[in-house]
């Protein structure tokens, strides 16, 4: 039994990217369907799609890399846990790396970044931070 869907997600994006592979697959939810649509809207990722599959659906991404081959996501952290829930602000929600990183955040008006959440004036569950 997962107990921690996110992560398990984080950690496949990780993972290859390490070896650079061309897309991953993983189980389909909402919040990863919103956490993926957050990554493209922020160009860390090419796209994504629902793959039609026996017994649930899967989600792939296809994971964007620069032209020699470099990585664009660099560091992937999970930052709310099942065990410890991290929760923020608007007014709290400060730039990653002087933004050239981001915030996942998932509000009562679905997962966004911390630059949308910040327009917004939107708090909520900080999911992840991506650089």
């Known amino acids: 039994m997962m107990t921690d869907p996110i992560a398990d997600m984080l950690t496949r994006i990780r993972n290859a990217?390490?070896?650079?592979?061309?897309h991953v697959d993983m189980p389909l939810s909402k919040v990863k369907r919103g956490l993926?649509?957050?990554?493209?809207r922020e160009g860390y990722i090419?796209?994504?799609e629902e793959v039609e599959n026996k017994p649930a659906n899967n989600?792939?991404?296809?994971?964007?890399?620069?032209?020699?081959?470099?990585?664009?996501?660099?560091?992937?952290?999970?930052?709310?846990?099942?065990?410890?829930r991290v929760y923020s602000g608007a007014a709290q929600l400060k730039p990653i790396l002087g933004g050239l990183g981001i915030s996942v955040i998932s509000t009562s008006r679905g997962?966004?970044?911390?630059?949308e959440a910040?327009?917004?004036k939107l708090g909520g569950e900080v999911l992840c931070e991506i650089w």
């Not at 990217?17 to 061309?22: I, Y």
């Not at 991404?61 to 410890?84: A, F, M, Q, T």
């Open 17 to 22: 990217v390490r070896v650079e592979r061309p």
């Open 36 to 40: 993926a649509e957050v990554l493209k």
């Open 46 to 48: 090419w796209d994504w």
């Open 59 to 84: 989600l792939r991404i296809h994971l964007k890399y620069g032209p020699n081959g470099e990585r664009v996501i660099r560091r992937i952290r999970r930052v709310s846990k099942p065990g410890r």
């Open 111 to 115: 997962v966004v970044s911390d630059r």
């Open 118 to 120: 910040r327009q917004r």
